[in-house]
């Protein structure tokens, strides 16, 4: 028997149809252009942005680009060192995305294979990666990353999507965990363990497959959420460092202007998140729609 | 003619005399009232002999007293609960005649005091001292230089029962021998951990004296709620008077008002709901300097803020030109106007203007590109080099290190901001572990001492104060001989001489210095910002007229 | 259903252990050091040391943590190293705060979610469907602190309709732009709940029933629709609590709100140990135990749950 037998082999037509159906949502295409735009709003930013981010204009151009408004040099006006605040949001787009993507990639690096292991093999490997699980979800989320950021004697964007790995990978873990439970004693699996093939080959090569969708749809979904816990990092001081345009990172800076009447350095960085976030949730649920997937949130 | 003009001058000046005289009876004390002071936090702790902040020592300040205070020009130490002093033996032996019938609180949250308001006598403050070091007060170890304090400290192994070296000669008399002449001891004793404390109530209550602070000053704890309000009341028994013999203070309480955010105070402050607004922030500086005028108080603070280097570790050991450089191509004026509206007055070097001993024609640095880039290449960094600057966080010393970062730049220095905790910011400055780390310091006590030997002499390295790791033989010489000097003006000299050398090695960045601001409402009277700050600005003798 | 409560409690029992043993190990690998925070910028190593000895943090940290199991088992938190504050009694003054808040929060999300969306469901498609449903996925999609900033600009700065930050004497108006900052978030998760459960059930063959039967449409939706649809919804509002009571950290840090979230990050930051083990497993707790109710009102609301 080939491996053509499986449903992840004849999956081709499956990832068709749910691209047809995808196409259908309304608010699927939306999300998937949005997140287009960020995507190459943060590829670009070298050519798009009207100034450099870290240029500070006060030096040579005095107070007038101190703390300047929106106007059509500077569209969304200047910081305290009159940096252009439009050129340092369309470059905090990388510092977003980036997080988003490497802190995706290290819940993924840990949830798959814990949750895989805990759902093929049950048992007590089960009840320990569980029990890890419950202890995680137990903690207070954002308490928890700001205690593992702290952990590191030197902050950056890297402690930061480390923390949120170490953090979001359970709700990844989860997802795995129930669709190999679900899995595991389908016939295609009971047929490959029967012609003896080893364990490892069944999880990656037989189950895995089918268990990629509901991943992918809390993948997306995470994003949103991980752009969304860096802000709240940023501003609460934790993370991002200056200069750097982290977007959370501007809005604690611009936080104290609010009452100056110099609202445009904390409220256009919180538009972007908004944004970005927006987009991630549009395409997450919309993946969910057409992947047909029920996720236990 | 000329006759004339004198009579007539002579009746314009009486006439403005007796105006100002008539201003000034208007201008009579008023009893009651209650002054809403604002804070940024909860005071972490009220027990004199714990606090180590700002906040803190606000309240203290208001509910004890000292031996001796601060005089609110920074020109030295005034009598307070000691009416005298005399050094006797080359600086050795002090003696301090005490104030008679200072009592302590009757009441503190609204309960009688385990002290029942008695008299304050010279074993109180033995007691009060010898407390200190039993609870591991932070600020015992000011005061080591009082005979036995290491017996008394490691009193498990020594078995010492008492601090040797103070002595109560009567009620009213109480004597200090120190183990050698230290010059600035007497300034050190206005510090405010130093404050008297009745044993009834310090052992009635042990660790939890926090909660429940008795001490002699002119208010007393009435409430505390945490991270609300501290309220407290008017001691009636406060053993200061005013000119006329009339008793003080005039206010019948004061509550500390914690509003974290910035704004908000100010919004709450133009709304007439607080009375005093210390420490002012920078976004609302111009504004409130236009509106309030010569309410808005603002005068030079005994401190200093500077970006140290770590002498002890590449690249900055033993390069000197690169130190000197970095001095160089910083424009600290421009920073300062830009950045943080010109509050900060540029440093030259290490002692702050308003503390004795400062040098006006002390030659610093200033902003010369060109310098700093030939001195870059005498240190063998023609094109510049990368390095780590360490910064707690506090939005005010970021804004000043991204101004920085940025400066740097343009000479190919490329500055790392690391913006850090403060607890980390501490472990690692005293380990030598950064490269760069931003600091300030503040005067503990009015002496050049306090900074040059605690900031700079090689026998402080580490978490004494010395976290640049500086050392030269010849200033460390230079301060330790000021130490036991007793003649003022040959200790100006030698500090004089000290400085200039710290300055050519450059051992820090020399900033700025700070400054110090408090807000007041038109009705709030007779309130004056002291050289040492804003949270010990007297309340005993303001009063408020009528809102 | 006994046995399953039972196991389901007795569980709870490890994971607050892992939860206590993951903070203990957090707090012994952070930098930074408690007593050098309480020593102030300037500090002898001597008294440095011996403030360390009375902390105990100069044991080997086995014997710290057998110290520190021991005395949690005999429901001692410790004493807050930067405030002198009891744990125990910190936690029970600002908990109060928080579920002050997160109480309004959550009336006012389950209020305005469950209104929306029964009304977005039987309006399908209409303007207001279509504009609530656009507000909910944008409420999702602001960062929480961002629209408290916003909030705040707009009513307390430039309106002064509202004193601003802080808990003044417990007067209502300051618990206002706090609830609703916080409200925002669940109120949106609800009302899309919400109206995805309504427009289920309606198109289900009973209510057509019922319809055909001549039955007035608000019969119809609030007695026979409402009543399935929000089991889902009741959940969902469960698990949402105890989001909300761990989750107001940002919260109330910008709106200076004296609770626990607030004072987890400030005790973080001073490297409060006793106080940071108090308050997240106080919050553990409280998921803990809020997960449980709503485990167990499965069973109340929807008759056709079997407990395993």
């Given at each position: 028997?080939?491996?053509?037998?499986?449903?992840?082999?004849?999956?081709?037509?499956?990832?068709?149809?749910?691209?047809?159906?995808?196409?259908?949502?309304?608010?699927?295409?939306?999300?998937?252009?949005?997140?287009?735009?960020?995507?190459?709003?943060?590829?670009?930013?070298?050519?798009?942005?009207?100034?450099?981010?870290?240029?500070?204009?006060?030096?040579?151009?005095?107070?007038?680009?101190?703390?300047?408004?929106?106007?059509?040099?500077?569209?969304?006006?200047?910081?305290?060192?009159?940096?252009?605040?439009?050129?340092?949001?369309?470059?905090?787009?990388?510092?977003?995305?980036?997080?988003?993507?490497?802190?995706?990639?290290?819940?993924?690096?840990?949830?798959?294979?814990?949750?895989?292991?805990?759902?093929?093999?049950?048992?007590?490997?089960?009840?320990?990666?569980?029990?890890?699980?419950?202890?995680?979800f137990a903690f207070p989320f954002l308490l928890f990353v700001l205690?593992?950021?702290?952990?590191?004697?030197?902050?950056?964007?890297?402690?930061?999507?480390?923390?949120?790995?170490?953090?979001?990978?359970?709700?990844?873990?989860?997802?795995?965990?129930?669709?190999?439970?679900?899995?595991?004693?389908?016939?295609?699996?009971?047929?490959?363990?029967?012609?003896?093939?080893?364990?490892?080959?069944?999880?990656?090569?037989?189950?895995?497959?089918?268990?990629?969708?509901?991943?992918?749809?809390?993948?997306?979904?995470?994003?949103?959420s991980?752009?969304m816990i860096?802000?709240g990092?940023?501003?609460?001081?934790?993370?991002?460092?200056?200069?750097?345009?982290?977007?959370?990172?501007?809005?604690?800076?611009?936080?104290?202007?609010?009452?100056?009447?110099?609202?445009?350095?904390?409220?256009?960085?919180?538009?972007?998140?908004?944004?970005?976030?927006?987009?991630?949730?549009?395409?997450?649920?919309?993946?969910?729609?057409?992947?047909?997937?029920?996720?236990?949130r | 003619?000329?006759?004339?003009?004198?009579?007539?001058?002579?009746?314009?000046?009486?006439?403005?005399?007796?105006?100002?005289?008539?201003?000034?009876?208007?201008?009579?004390?008023?009893?009651?009232?209650?002054?809403?002071?604002?804070?940024?936090?909860?005071?972490?702790?009220?027990?004199?002999?714990?606090?180590?902040?700002?906040?803190?020592?606000?309240?203290?300040?208001?509910?004890?007293?000292?031996?001796?205070?601060?005089?609110?020009?920074?020109?030295?130490?005034?009598?307070?609960?000691?009416?005298?002093?005399?050094?006797?033996?080359?600086?050795?032996?002090?003696?301090?005649?005490?104030?008679?019938?200072?009592?302590?609180?009757?009441?503190?949250?609204?309960?009688?005091?385990?002290?029942?308001?008695?008299?304050?006598?010279?074993?109180?403050?033995?007691?009060?001292?010898?407390?200190?070091?039993?609870?591991?007060?932070?600020?015992?170890?000011?005061?080591?230089?009082?005979?036995?304090?290491?017996?008394?400290?490691?009193?498990?192994?020594?078995?010492?029962?008492?601090?040797?070296?103070?002595?109560?000669?009567?009620?009213?008399?109480?004597?200090?021998?120190?183990?050698?002449?230290?010059?600035?001891?007497?300034?050190?004793?206005?510090?405010?951990?130093?404050?008297?404390?009745?044993?009834?109530?310090?052992?009635?209550?042990?660790?939890?004296?926090?909660?429940?602070?008795?001490?002699?000053?002119?208010?007393?704890?009435?409430?505390?709620?945490?991270?609300?309000?501290?309220?407290?009341?008017?001691?009636?028994?406060?053993?200061?008077?005013?000119?006329?013999?009339?008793?003080?203070?005039?206010?019948?309480?004061?509550?500390?008002?914690?509003?974290?955010?910035?704004?908000?105070?100010?919004?709450?402050?133009?709304?007439?709901?607080?009375?005093?607004?210390?420490?002012?922030?920078?976004?609302?500086?111009?504004?409130?300097?236009?509106?309030?005028?010569?309410?808005?108080?603002?005068?030079?603070?005994?401190?200093?803020?500077?970006?140290?280097?770590?002498?002890?570790?590449?690249?900055?050991?033993?390069?000197?030109?690169?130190?000197?450089?970095?001095?160089?191509?910083?424009?600290?004026?421009?920073?300062?106007?830009?950045?943080?509206?010109?509050?900060?007055?540029?440093?030259?070097?290490?002692?702050?203007?308003?503390?004795?001993?400062?040098?006006?024609?002390?030659?610093?640095?200033?902003?010369?590109?060109?310098?700093?880039?030939?001195?870059?290449?005498?240190?063998?960094?023609?094109?510049?080099?990368?390095?780590?600057?360490?910064?707690?966080?506090?939005?005010?010393?970021?804004?000043?290190?991204?101004?920085?970062?940025?400066?740097?730049?343009?000479?190919?220095?490329?500055?790392?901001?690391?913006?850090?905790?403060?607890?980390?910011?501490?472990?690692?400055?005293?380990?030598?572990?950064?490269?760069?780390?931003?600091?300030?310091?503040?005067?503990?006590?009015?002496?050049?001492?306090?900074?040059?030997?605690?900031?700079?002499?090689?026998?402080?390295?580490?978490?004494?104060?010395?976290?640049?790791?500086?050392?030269?033989?010849?200033?460390?010489?230079?301060?330790?001989?000021?130490?036991?000097?007793?003649?003022?003006?040959?200790?100006?000299?030698?500090?004089?001489?000290?400085?200039?050398?710290?300055?050519?090695?450059?051992?820090?960045?020399?900033?700025?210095?700070?400054?110090?601001?408090?807000?007041?409402?038109?009705?709030?009277?007779?309130?004056?910002?002291?050289?040492?700050?804003?949270?010990?600005?007297?309340?005993?003798?303001?009063?408020?007229?009528?809102? | 259903?006994?046995?399953?409560?039972?196991?389901?409690?007795?569980?709870?029992?490890?994971?607050?252990?892992?939860?206590?043993?993951?903070?203990?190990?957090?707090?012994?690998?952070?930098?930074?050091?408690?007593?050098?925070?309480?020593?102030?910028?300037?500090?002898?190593?001597?008294?440095?040391?011996?403030?360390?000895?009375?902390?105990?943090?100069?044991?080997?940290?086995?014997?710290?943590?057998?110290?520190?199991?021991?005395?949690?088992?005999?429901?001692?938190?410790?004493?807050?190293?930067?405030?002198?504050?009891?744990?125990?009694?910190?936690l029970?003054?600002r908990f109060g705060a928080t579920l002050r808040l997160a109480f309004w929060a959550m009336v006012l999300a389950s209020v305005l979610g469950v209104?929306?969306?029964?009304?977005?469901?039987?309006?399908?498609?209409?303007?207001?469907?279509?504009?609530?449903?656009?507000?909910a996925?944008?409420g999702v999609s602001a960062p929480v602190f961002w629209v408290g900033?916003?909030l705040?600009?707009?009513?307390?700065?430039?309106?002064?309709?509202?004193?601003?930050?802080?808990y003044?004497?417990?007067?209502?108006?300051y618990l206002i732009l706090p609830v609703l900052t916080l409200g925002v978030r669940p109120a949106a998760l609800i009302a899309r709940l919400t109206?995805?459960?309504?427009?289920?059930?309606?198109?289900?063959?009973?209510?057509?029933?019922?319809?055909?039967?001549?039955?007035?449409?608000?019969?119809?939706?609030?007695?026979?629709?409402?009543?399935?649809?929000?089991?889902p919804v009741v959940t969902i509002i469960g698990t949402q609590v105890a989001e909300l009571l761990s989750g107001a950290v940002l919260t109330e840090t910008i709106f200076a709100w004296p609770g626990i979230g607030r004072l987890a990050v400030?005790?973080?930051?001073?490297?409060?140990?006793?106080?940071?083990?108090?308050t997240v497993i106080f919050m553990a707790l409280i998921f803990l135990v809020t997960n449980l109710v709503v485990d167990?009102s499965?069973?109340?609301?929807?008759?056709?749950?079997?407990?395993?």
């Open positions: 028997m080939t491996e053509r037998t499986t449903p992840a082999a004849s999956g081709g037509s499956l990832w068709f149809e749910a691209w047809l159906r995808f196409r259908r949502n309304r608010l699927a295409m939306i999300g998937l252009v949005m997140v287009i735009t960020v995507i190459l709003v943060a590829v670009l930013a070298t050519w798009i942005s009207p100034y450099d981010p870290l240029k500070q204009l006060i030096w040579t151009e005095g107070k007038a680009v101190r703390l300047a408004s929106p106007s059509a040099k500077h569209w969304f006006g200047t910081d305290l060192y009159g940096r252009d605040i439009l050129s340092r949001i369309i470059f905090g787009a990388r510092i977003s995305l980036q997080i988003g993507i490497f802190a995706t990639l290290v819940s993924l690096v840990i949830g798959i294979p814990l949750g895989a292991l805990a759902g093929y093999v049950g048992k007590w490997v089960d009840d320990l990666i569980s029990w890890l699980v419950n202890v995680v205690a593992v950021v702290a952990v590191f004697k030197d902050p950056s964007l890297v402690v930061v999507y480390i923390a949120i790995g170490m953090v979001n990978w359970v709700s990844i873990a989860r997802v795995v965990r129930a669709q190999f439970i679900s899995l595991r004693e389908r016939e295609f699996v009971e047929a490959a363990r029967a012609l003896g093939m080893p364990s490892w080959r069944i999880i990656f090569v037989h189950i895995l497959p089918n268990a990629l969708a509901p991943v992918i749809v809390q993948a997306t979904l995470g994003m949103g991980i752009i860096e802000a990092l940023a501003f609460l001081g934790f993370g991002a460092q200056p200069p750097t345009p982290s977007w959370g990172l501007m809005i604690s800076e611009g936080q104290k202007y609010l009452g100056q009447g110099q609202w445009w350095w904390a409220i256009f960085p919180g538009l972007a998140i908004m944004y970005t976030v927006l987009a991630f949730n549009f395409l997450g649920d919309g993946l969910r729609d057409a992947l047909d997937v029920r996720l236990k | 003619m000329k006759r004339e003009m004198k009579v007539f001058l002579l009746f314009l000046l009486t006439f403005g005399v007796l105006c100002m005289a008539g201003a000034a009876f208007a201008e009579d004390p008023v009893y009651g009232g209650i002054l809403r002071w604002r804070e940024i936090n909860d005071p972490p702790k009220l027990d004199p002999a714990q606090a180590t902040d700002t906040v803190s020592s606000r309240a203290i300040y208001l509910m004890f007293d000292s031996l001796v205070e601060n005089d609110s020009d920074g020109k030295g130490v005034l009598p307070a609960l000691a009416e005298s002093w005399e050094g006797s033996e080359g600086g050795t032996v002090w003696t301090f005649k005490l104030r008679k019938g200072v009592r302590f609180h009757k009441e503190c949250l609204g309960e009688s005091t385990a002290n029942g308001g008695r008299e304050v006598t010279a074993q109180d403050w033995k007691y009060t001292f010898e407390r200190m070091v039993r609870d591991n007060s932070p600020r015992a170890y000011f005061i080591e230089m009082i005979e036995g304090y290491q017996d008394f400290v490691s009193r498990d192994e020594t078995g010492a029962t008492e601090w040797s070296g103070i002595k109560v000669l009567d009620d009213y008399t109480l004597q200090f021998k120190l183990t050698y002449s230290f010059a600035p001891f007497v300034s050190v004793l206005a510090y405010n951990s130093f404050m008297v404390i009745p044993r009834e109530d310090a052992e009635k209550w042990g660790k939890e004296f926090n909660f429940h602070p008795v001490g002699t000053g002119p208010f007393m704890l009435e409430r505390w709620d945490h991270d609300q309000k501290v309220v407290l009341k008017k001691n009636p028994d406060y053993w200061r008077k005013d000119d006329k013999g009339n008793a003080l203070p005039y206010l019948d309480g004061v509550e500390l008002v914690v509003i974290p955010d910035n704004t908000i105070a100010y919004e709450e402050f133009k709304k007439g709901n607080l009375d005093a607004f210390q420490d002012f922030p920078d976004e609302f500086y111009v504004e409130a300097k236009a509106t309030y005028g010569p309410l808005f108080q603002e005068r030079p603070w005994v401190g200093t803020y500077y970006y140290g280097f770590n002498n002890s570790k590449e690249p900055f050991k033993g390069n000197r030109a690169l130190r000197q450089a970095v001095n160089y191509a910083v424009d600290r004026e421009r920073i300062s106007d830009l950045v943080i509206e010109g509050r900060y007055p540029a440093g030259k070097g290490v002692l702050p203007p308003g503390m004795p001993g400062f040098n006006p024609d002390l030659k610093g640095y200033s902003y010369d590109p060109d310098k700093a880039k030939a001195l870059l290449k005498e240190a063998g960094y023609p094109n510049g080099f990368e390095c780590e600057l360490q910064v707690n966080n506090n939005p005010r010393h970021k804004a000043v290190a991204e101004a920085i970062q940025a400066q740097l730049m343009e000479l190919g220095i490329k500055l790392n901001i690391k913006v850090v905790d403060w607890g980390v910011h501490l472990d690692m400055c005293e380990r030598a572990e950064t490269q760069m780390f931003r600091m300030g310091w503040v005067v503990d006590y009015l002496d050049p001492d306090n900074f040059l030997y605690v900031l700079l002499h090689s026998s402080n390295h580490g978490s004494k104060g010395n976290y640049s790791f500086y050392s030269n033989p010849e200033v460390d010489a230079l301060l330790a001989e000021a130490r036991v000097e007793t003649n003022w003006d040959k200790r100006i000299e030698l500090y004089r001489k000290a400085e200039q050398l710290i300055v050519e090695d450059a051992p820090w960045v020399f900033l700025f210095h700070y400054s110090t601001s408090l807000l007041g409402q038109k009705w709030v009277k007779n309130m004056h910002l002291p050289a040492m700050g804003d949270y010990s600005t007297p309340l005993y003798n303001v009063w408020v007229t009528k809102k | 259903m006994f046995t399953y409560f039972l196991r389901k409690l007795l569980y709870t029992i490890p994971v607050l252990w892992g939860v206590v043993t993951v903070v203990f190990i957090l707090m012994a690998v952070v930098p930074g050091d408690p007593a050098r925070i309480m020593m102030g910028q300037r500090g002898d190593p001597a008294t440095l040391a011996r403030i360390r000895a009375d902390l105990g943090l100069d044991l080997p940290l086995h014997r710290q943590y057998t110290k520190f199991l021991g005395e949690l088992l005999r429901g001692d938190l410790g004493t807050s190293y930067r405030s002198n504050e009891k744990v125990s009694v910190a029970s003054v209104t929306a969306g029964i009304v977005s469901a039987v309006k399908q498609y209409s303007v207001f469907d279509y504009s609530a449903m656009f507000l996925i944008s900033l916003l705040l600009l707009a009513f307390a700065y430039n309106l002064h309709w509202i004193p601003g930050v802080g003044g004497d417990g007067q209502a108006i109206r995805s459960c309504m427009l289920e059930v309606l198109s289900q063959d009973y209510i057509r029933t019922a319809r055909a039967k001549g039955l007035a449409e608000k019969i119809v939706v609030i007695k026979h629709a409402l009543k399935n649809a929000l089991i400030e005790a973080l930051v001073a490297r409060d140990f006793p106080m940071i083990r108090g167990l499965y069973g109340f609301i929807d008759p056709r749950v079997r407990f395993e």
